[in-house]
């Protein structure tokens, strides 16, 4: 069993950074790919950016690659999605989610958080 709890999101001008926080408890964390997800009002939930357990490799949208980074610290169960150029269309409830394989599907992901909100005014 995995549990996440997000952090970090707020309200943030066009153009702004924040970071969001996943904090993870149970035991086989490092073993899990992790993601992050977001969903805006109105819309389905979409893939946002992946990282494996082994080496780190780590996989974007188009829409955020290039202003978005995932990292993460197994060793203190956390992972973390550095967000910068932030722009109007990144609002959406974000979310971490832990996966046994590497995906970018969200119906492969076996863990999910509760989300946090992020809002990006113009």
């Known amino acids: 069993q995995v549990q996440l709890v997000e952090s970090g999101g707020g309200l943030v001008q066009a153009g702004g950074s924040l970071r969001l926080s996943c904090a993870a408890s149970?035991?086989?964390?490092?073993?899990?790919?992790m993601g992050w997800f977001r969903q805006a009002p109105g819309k389905e939930r979409e893939f946002v950016a992946a990282?494996?357990?082994?080496?780190?490799?780590?996989t974007y949208a188009d829409s955020v690659k290039g202003r978005f980074t995932i990292s993460r610290d197994n060793a203190k169960n956390t992972v973390y999605l550095q967000m910068t150029s932030l722009r109007p269309e990144d609002t959406a409830a974000y979310y971490c989610?832990?996966?046994?394989?590497?995906?970018?599907?969200?119906?492969?992901?076996?863990?999910w958080g509760q989300g946090t909100q992020v809002t990006v005014s113009s």
């Open positions: 989610a832990a996966c046994k394989v590497f995906s970018t599907t969200a119906g492969e992901y076996d863990y």
């Open positions: 149970g035991r086989s964390f490092g073993r899990y790919a």
């Open positions: 990282i494996s357990w082994l080496d780190g490799m780590a």
